[in-house]
């Protein structure tokens, strides 16, 4: 299985920015696929996740309504819609791949990562 993220990029607060990932090797219909992010000097947290029908998704209370994770079960792609930009959303952003169907946020329910992709909000 192979994850290849992009999108990332340097922005100022309140701006907006939108990663993709593309995933290959794996029939991507059938699994979740999440997002998360690792700042500097802090461990990889959770952001967001969408069901593998892409019906259902879940977000990190500090990303809730600025987020908006979505997927094309067509291309193979999960998306992550980023608005309202803040500088603590600063972090290398990884796509990975559920175990499951269903939304998980605990990042020992996905086995396949992405290279990550670097955002930088300015303040």
């Known amino acids: 299985v192979q994850l290849q993220a992009f999108g990332g990029g340097l922005v100022q607060a309140g701006g907006y920015l939108r990663l993709s990932c593309a995933a290959s090797g794996r029939t991507f219909s059938r699994y979740a696929m999440g997002w998360f992010r690792q700042a500097p000097g802090k461990e990889r947290t959770f952001v967001a996740a969408v069901g593998a029908s892409g019906r259902s998704t879940i977000y990190a209370e500090s990303v809730k309504g600025r987020f908006t994770i979505s997927r094309d079960n067509a291309k193979n792609t999960v998306y992550l819609q980023m608005n309202s930009l803040k500088p603590e959303d600063t972090a290398v952003y990884y796509c990975?791949?559920?175990?499951?169907?269903?939304?998980?946020?605990?990042?020992?329910?996905?086995?396949?990562w992405g290279q990550g992709t670097q955002v930088t909000v300015s303040s």
């Open positions: 990975s791949t559920g175990l499951y169907a269903g939304v998980r946020t605990n990042e020992k329910e996905y086995d396949y």
